[in-house]
């Protein structure tokens, strides 16, 4: 068992550094097309919000839509730092992850005493009270957008990106996940059994805002311009349904629905007014012959790559 752990890290590993030096190779040697490159960006960003999203949602068991609420507030603190304060990139990025942490936590204490559509309609209207407040604030530039310095590139993107699906694994895997995870199956029981299931709720709320505001500031230092639009409900909705496509519950799962969404969006951007039909059209098969997801509850594994030697080695004993 040991042996396969290993052998699967290593893969994981050599994968992750050969995808960042091909692309990075591509960028140095300026042939990947720059809608290409703005694509892969979208893809880390996108990744970042379904895996802190299937935290919430799928981990935990609660229902929250809000997640571009969260994102805006990254985003606009991301930007005020780098834009008013001219402080440094890491700076304004930790501090918009901070700021959605805080607002995550202060709003997770009431509401999460809700339940099912009841928290749902209570973070649905938190995300459109934080984009209608920057929408009428003229410091962040109201409706008309505030513009902000391109300083992320892919390496900044891809890392952060890394770092975020190592840091919300690792949760799921602790004792910390495992509470998160006996809520989700049945919260009477996990009560019953001891554990603070306000705690934890609210635990899982604010690690998942900040990883939310982490991406809403990658967004903010690499498209040049905000708008509070661009943070509607629709964008929630968005999130959602990558975590959906992948499996609730499903780290990796999260991480492929990204993928899969950002890339079948981006493919279909010649196509605006189709765009949505053939996406819905793909969700409608998908919900019909895969209604758990890709994944559903379970984990992409490299082990099987192991199995045939496995098994050799199993019939030689």
Same mark, same amino acid.
């Given at each position: 068992?040991?042996?396969?752990?290993?052998?699967?890290?290593?893969?994981?590993?050599?994968?992750v550094l050969?995808?960042?030096? @091909?692309?990075?190779?591509?960028?140095?040697?300026?042939?990947?097309?720059?809608?290409?490159?703005?694509?892969?960006?979208?893809?880390?960003?996108?990744?970042?919000l379904? =895996?802190?999203?299937?935290?919430?949602?799928?981990? =935990?068991?609660?229902? #929250?839509?809000?997640?571009?609420?969260?994102?805006?507030?990254?985003?606009?603190?991301?930007?005020?730092?780098?834009?008013?304060?001219?402080?440094?990139?890491?700076?304004?990025? @930790?501090?918009?992850?901070?700021?959605?942490?805080?607002?995550?936590?202060?709003?997770?204490?009431?509401?999460?005493?809700?339940?099912?559509?009841?928290?749902?309609?209570?973070?649905?209207?938190f995300?459109?009270?934080?984009?209608?407040?920057?929408?009428? =604030?003229?410091?962040?530039?109201?409706?008309?957008?505030f513009?902000?310095?391109?300083?992320?590139?892919?390496?900044?993107?891809?890392?952060?990106?890394?770092?975020?699906?190592i840091?919300?694994?690792?949760?799921?895997?602790?004792?910390?996940g495992?509470?998160?995870?006996?809520?989700r199956?049945? /919260?009477?029981?996990?009560?019953?059994?001891?554990?603070?299931?306000?705690?934890?709720?609210?635990?899982?709320?604010? @690690?998942?805002?900040?990883?939310?505001?982490?991406a809403?500031?990658?967004?903010?230092?690499?498209?040049?311009?905000?708008?509070?639009?661009?943070?509607?409900?629709?964008? #929630?909705?968005?999130?959602?349904?990558?975590?959906?496509?992948?499996?609730?519950?499903?780290?990796?799962g999260?991480?492929?629905?990204?993928?899969?969404?950002?890339?079948? #969006?981006?493919?279909?951007?010649?196509?605006? /007014?189709?765009?949505?039909?053939?996406?819905?059209?793909?969700?409608?098969?998908?919900?019909?012959?895969?209604?758990?997801?890709?994944?559903?509850?379970?984990?992409?594994?490299l082990?099987?790559?192991?199995?045939?030697?496995?098994?050799?080695?199993?019939?030689?004993?």
């Amino acid at each position: 068992m040991g042996k396969r752990i290993n052998r699967q890290s290593v893969l994981t590993l050599v994968g992750v550094l050969l995808v960042y030096a @091909i692309v990075q190779g591509s960028i140095f040697m300026d042939i990947l097309p720059p809608f290409v490159a703005l694509t892969l960006i979208q893809v880390c960003i996108y990744i970042i919000l379904a =895996t802190s999203l299937n935290l919430i949602n799928g981990i =935990t068991g609660q229902f #929250s839509i809000g997640h571009a609420g969260f994102m805006a507030i990254g985003a606009y603190m991301a930007a005020i730092v780098v834009v008013k304060l001219h402080g440094p990139l890491l700076l304004a990025l @930790i501090a918009g992850a901070v700021a959605a942490a805080v607002a995550g936590f202060l709003i997770g204490l009431p509401t999460l005493r809700l339940k099912g559509d009841y928290l749902a309609i209570a973070t649905l209207g938190f995300g459109e009270i934080v984009r209608i407040v920057f929408l009428n =604030t003229p410091y962040v530039g109201g409706a008309s957008g505030f513009s902000v310095p391109k300083t992320i590139t892919w390496t900044w993107a891809f890392w952060l990106t890394v770092l975020s699906i190592i840091i919300i694994r690792n949760f799921i895997k602790s004792t910390h996940g495992r509470a998160c995870i006996s809520i989700r199956e049945n /919260e009477i029981a996990a009560d019953v059994m001891g554990i603070n299931t306000t705690k934890y709720k609210i635990m899982a709320f604010t @690690i998942g805002a900040f990883f939310a505001g982490l991406a809403g500031g990658i967004y903010a230092n690499y498209l040049y311009i905000i708008q509070p639009l661009t943070f509607s409900f629709l964008k #929630s909705f968005d999130i959602l349904v990558m975590v959906v496509l992948g499996g609730l519950g499903s780290l990796t799962g999260s991480v492929l629905g990204a993928v899969v969404m950002t890339v079948v #969006s981006a493919a279909l951007s010649g196509w605006p /007014e189709w765009r949505l039909v053939i996406t819905a059209i793909l969700l409608i098969v998908m919900m019909i012959f895969r209604p758990k997801g890709l994944l559903g509850t379970k984990e992409f594994s490299l082990s099987f790559l192991g199995k045939k030697g496995d098994k050799n080695a199993s019939s030689k004993d």
